[in-house]
């Protein structure tokens, strides 16, 4: 079992940066791939970033691509997502995710962390 603890969300404003952090404890993370989510107010939750197991590959959603980098230390079992040039459609609750099914679903999940954009 794995647990995610998200980390480093708070109030920034348009064009602002931020960085969040995603502690795992339980089990080593460097045989996951790892993932950040959000969910804005009123919306369902969308993949935002996802990395490989050895960092070789990452992926991003459309809307925060060139804007946020993921990376990860493996040794530390720690995620992060790098927001850079946030706007206020990046305004969520952020979630850690790791660990995929063989349908590619996710099956552990933080508990969030908030980020809000002020105009």
């Known amino acids: 079992q794995v647990q995610l603890v998200e980390s480093g969300g708070g109030l920034v404003p348009v064009g602002g940066s931020l960085r969040l952090s995603c502690a795992a404890s339980g089990r080593p993370i460097s045989s996951y791939t790892m993932a950040w989510f959000r969910r804005a107010p009123g919306k369902e939750r969308e993949f935002v970033s996802s990395?490989?197991?050895?960092?070789?590959?990452?992926d991003y959603a459309d809307a925060v691509k060139g804007r946020f980098t993921i990376f990860r230390d493996n040794a530390k079992s720690i995620v992060f997502l790098e927001m850079n040039n946030v706007n206020l459609e990046d305004t969520a609750l952020y979630y850690c995710?790791?660990?995929?099914?063989?349908?590619?679903?996710?099956?552990?999940w933080g508990q969030g962390t908030q980020v809000t954009v002020s105009s």
């Open positions: 990395i490989s197991q050895s960092a070789d590959t990452t």
């Open positions: 995710a790791g660990g995929r099914d063989s349908r590619g679903d996710f099956y552990y």
